[in-house]
């Protein structure tokens, strides 16, 4: 069998190779690898631990400079420091994402100083582990305002700098909980099934834009959230972190660059005709 061969131009990544071999196929060797972010710019709310912190050195290792938005002034500064000290591109900004005021102020700040935004990851989230009755009502507005009007806000501000340069892609975080209900856990589950159907509706809307909107639904990852809701519910840590795992057909529990590695995917080309879209990553957890 006879193959064309083709080797494209970095600019020329995606774009289609004719098949001219008369064989039904042609070969493409391509000269740059279609996962890196060199020279795109990507916000991570809740970039200071877990899932975000690992996401941030993740996106900066394929290239991308990456900024950090958290609340955490320490921790932000600190994943930043561990970015930097391997060569990566980071930067930090103090931001409440329930602040309209601070988001907008902090997407100002980015496009004043790189001059575009390119990748969004709403990941900022917090959980409270009670039932309804249970619950005060400062504690729905807490999670219903980080996890769900937190992503509406920067999405809000994002979006037209996003347009402005051709484009872009959105990641929400849901959860498997945005999927399926779970227990104890009743305003996180309102707010993460918000986030998944938000996703699809913002990619209905923005798609002429060529901004793409998906959502990640990670399930039980290694992280100090996890371990938090453990001390929620009066439980050992461990103990709680290795029934997690075991109750999943890979075995396991995550660890926040098995979801990092997903935003990867979903912030780069090749997930290129990809919007609207959610993908769990759980270790098959809700299979
Ligand atoms: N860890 C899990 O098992 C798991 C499972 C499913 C979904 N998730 C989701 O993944 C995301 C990340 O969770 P994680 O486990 O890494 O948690 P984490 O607690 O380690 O990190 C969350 C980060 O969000 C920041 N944050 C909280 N409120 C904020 C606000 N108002 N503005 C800006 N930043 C704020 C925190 O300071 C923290 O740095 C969350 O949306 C969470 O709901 C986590």
């Not at 190779?17 to 060797?29: K, M, T, Y």
């Not at 060569?87 to 005021?101: E, L, N």
């Not at 004043?112 to 309804?132: H, Q």
């Not at 002429?208 to 050992?236: S, Y």
């Amino acid at each position: 069998m006879r193959l064309k061969m083709k080797r494209l131009g970095q600019d020329e990544t995606f774009r289609a190779v004719p098949d001219v071999s008369g064989v039904g196929g042609s070969l493409v060797v391509r000269s740059k690898n279609p996962l890196v972010l060199e020279g795109k710019v990507a916000v991570i709310t809740g970039g200071a631990s877990g899932i975000g912190r690992a996401t941030a050195g993740v996106l900066a290792e394929y290239g991308a400079q990456s900024v950090i938005l958290d609340i955490d002034e320490d921790k932000g500064k600190g994943a930043v420091s561990a970015i930097t000290e391997v060569g990566g591109k980071a930067k930090f900004i103090k931001c409440d994402v329930t602040s309209s005021h601070e988001c907008r102020e902090a997407v100002d700040k980015i496009k004043a100083k790189f001059g575009r935004i390119d990748i969004l990851f709403n990941n900022a989230g917090v959980i409270v582990r009670k039932d309804v009755v249970s619950h005060e009502e400062a504690e729905w507005d807490l999670v219903m305002n980080v996890t769900l009007k937190g992503t509406y806000l920067m999405s809000k501000y994002v979006i037209p700098a996003m347009a402005a340069n051709g484009g872009g892609s959105i990641i929400n975080t849901g959860s498997g909980w945005g999927l399926k209900g779970g227990d104890n856990a009743a305003s996180y589950c309102a707010a993460k099934a918000g986030v998944v159907n938000l996703t699809r509706a913002m990619a209905i809307d923005h798609g002429r834009q060529n901004i793409r909107v998906n959502c990640v639904c990670p399930g039980d990852t290694d992280t100090p959230m996890l371990r938090g809701e453990a001390r929620q519910l009066g439980l050992d840590e461990d103990k709680f972190l290795e029934s997690s795992g075991v109750d999943r057909p890979l075995q396991r529990i995550g660890v926040p660059r098995d979801i990092a590695n997903a935003v990867l995917f979903l912030a780069s080309d090749l997930s290129g005709w990809i919007t609207g879209a959610t993908i769990v990553v759980d270790g098959g957890g809700i299979a």
